[in-house]
């Protein structure tokens, strides 16, 4: 472990080397022989393009961005690695059909053996809600019952649904994992920090740091109205950032301090974004990083 007080993980990044089967591999590779703890997965289903739109698309993703599945990276990686865990960052889980979520998730948890928590959100991407066929406008409310429906069948042998977004008639998605996968809650906006207090395991924050430690106090006084609490207990609910900096991995080491200090319990670092050109330079910048964590 590399530091006391956090689990500290490490972004694949996506954008900049997907499509590149031997990226995956070494730096997958990488992060377990550094003594980084998980590994995270943004997820797209489809490349869009923004031109013309309306209503206009407002994220940063399009046609030329790449991203691999997230339960086919995990799942090969999982047969490559032995003590890496993997979470994705996050699953726009209310444009996937629930119950095929639910037998992809359970396999990744069965044959990782139990080294996957699933990081999920609403998306942004209304292009791609509607060629998976789902309604964006919905996403919210089908997201809290989907989070529901998986927990189900994860855990029963069978589930008899007749729910506002799914039907399921008394069926199950056997084999089962041993243990259910912990579900985070992704987001910005206070919808999300509610569903986390109410029903979430954790939150994966984003953004610069200031805001993420103000958004873990708002997540803290919600939980309380649900007699919940936030912390490093099996029970409460967790806390992660992903950590973005331009200053070099001295100034990672520092954010990450500065974030257990706040009461964070995971942090990530995110290496797109630096200019980074090769798998080499990804795995020399995290390694670098690693070791500026240990200075301490």
């Known amino acids: 472990m590399l530091h006391p007080d956090l689990e500290i993980g ?6 900049e080397r997907a499509g590149d089967a031997d990226a995956v591999r070494r730096i997958g590779a990488a992060a377990e022989d550094l003594g980084f703890d998980h590994l995270h997965a943004y997820d797209h289903v489809l490349g869009v393009e923004h031109d013309g739109r309306d209503p206009e698309l407002w994220g940063s993703y399009d046609e030329d961005d ?30 996937r059909q629930t119950a095929l ?5 359970a396999d990744v948890a069965i044959l990782s053996e139990g080294r996957f928590r ?12 509607e060629a998976l066929g789902q309604d964006f406008h919905t996403r919210g409310k089908r997201l809290d019952e989907q989070i529901e429906t998986l927990r189900a069948l994860w855990s029963d042998k069978t589930v008899d649904l007749d729910g506002r977004f799914d039907t399921i008639p008394r069926a199950g998605t056997p084999p089962r994992p041993a243990a259910a996968p912990e579900i ?3 987001g910005f906006g206070d919808a999300a920090f509610r569903r986390c ?13 200031r ?10 006084t919600l939980a309380e109205e649900h007699d919940r609490s936030v912390g490093h207990g099996p029970d409460e609910i967790g806390a992660e950032s992903m950590l973005l900096s331009k200053k070099g991995p001295d100034d990672v080491a520092a954010k990450m301090r500065a974030w257990a200090d706040a009461g964070g319990t995971r942090a990530s670092v995110v290496t797109m974004g630096l200019g980074l050109d090769s798998t080499d330079a990804h795995v020399d910048y995290v390694s670098s990083v690693a070791e500026a964590i240990r200075k301490g």
């Open 10 to 15: 490490v972004v694949f990044p996506q954008i």
């Open 66 to 95: 790449p991203f691999h599945d997230p339960f086919v990276l995990f799942g090969y990686l999982a047969g490559r690695t032995e003590r890496l865990k993997f979470c994705s960052a996050v699953l726009v889980l209310p444009q």
């Open 101 to 105: 979520v639910a037998r992809q998730a």
């Open 118 to 129: 699933m990081g999920v959100g609403v998306g942004w991407n209304w292009v791609e809600y």
């Open 184 to 186: 985070w809650i992704g």
């Open 197 to 209: 207090a109410r029903a979430g395991d954790g939150f994966l924050f984003g953004g610069p740091l």
């Open 211 to 220: 805001t993420v430690v103000d958004g873990l106090e708002r997540l803290r």
